[in-house]
T-cell receptor, first 115, second 111 residues
Framework: DTAVSQTPKYLVTQMGNDKSIKCEQN?????MYWYKQDSKKFLKIMFS???????INETVPNRFSPKSPDKAHLNLHINSLELGDSAVYFC??????????????FGQGTRLTVV | SQQGEEDPQALSIQEGENATMNCSYK?????LQWYRQNSGRGLVHLIL?????REKHSGRLRVTLDTSKKSSSLLITASRAADTASYFC???????????FGTGTRLQVFP
């Protein structure tokens, strides 16, 4: 069983479209994240949720809206896609955060290409 | 900005050699973690070292932590072609929920 799964793996879309990426974890973790990895492989945290509550919103444009229907799911919806949104998006989860932070488990990534 | 800066940015070695990569970070931490990312894949956790630890081993991996210098190093001994990947350090900002990654080191191991 895949611990953190995200779909789709590849997403090619035109500028201006709206798209969603789904993420699910079966590890029973309380915390889930979205990261963006650019072409230089820099990983930038976008959002963090703990028990369905948003705890980090790292100055991401409001075209990006995460939604956590329950502790095991964290979806990412992107409105009005722009060329600069092209990147690989990773979902991750961990058991704790901050002072009790533990290892994070990552999904396989979603390669988003905006044309 | 990135919490961790890693060097070198890229490293090429022959199989059997040791590979050392370094990570420097900016704030107080509770622990520091190292991850590996194979091409086209997600990140995989390798090892976690707590702020009160100075050295930790896991198989062919050795991690050191110097909190006075805000730096850590990852040593891979007797490297193999399968170790070819990007390696990232990561830390939680002290008392925050941000898991921040370094800039990464791309390791190439030639057979």
């Amino acid at each position: 069983d895949t611990a953190v799964s995200q779909t789709p793996k590849y997403l090619v879309t035109q500028m201006g479209n709206d798209k969603s990426i789904k993420c699910e974890q079966n590890l029973g973790h309380d915390t889930m994240y979205w990261y963006k990895q650019d072409s230089k492989k820099f990983l930038k945290i976008m959002f963090s949720y703990n028990n369905k509550e948003l705890i980090i919103n790292e100055t991401v444009p409001n075209r990006f809206s995460p939604k956590s229907p329950d502790k095991a799911h964290l979806n990412l919806h992107i409105n009005s896609l722009e060329l600069g949104d092209s990147a690989v998006y990773f979902c991750a989860s961990s058991l704790g955060t901050g002072s009790s932070g533990t290892e994070a488990f990552f999904g396989q990534g979603t390669r988003l290409t905006v044309v | 900005s990135q919490q961790g800066e890693e060097d070198p940015q890229a490293l090429s070695i022959q199989e059997g050699e040791n590979a050392t990569m370094n990570c420097s970070y900016k704030t107080s931490i509770n622990n520091l973690q190292w991850y590996r990312q194979n091409s086209g894949r997600g990140l995989v956790h390798l090892i976690l070292i707590r702020s009160n630890e100075r050295e930790k081993h896991s198989g062919r991996l050795r991690v050191t932590l110097d909190t006075s210098k805000k730096s850590s190093s990852l040593l891979i001994t007797a490297s193999r072609a399968a170790d070819t990947a990007s390696y990232f350090c990561a830390t939680f900002f002290y008392n925050t929920d941000k898991l921040i990654f370094g800039t990464g080191t791309r390791l190439q191991v030639f057979p």
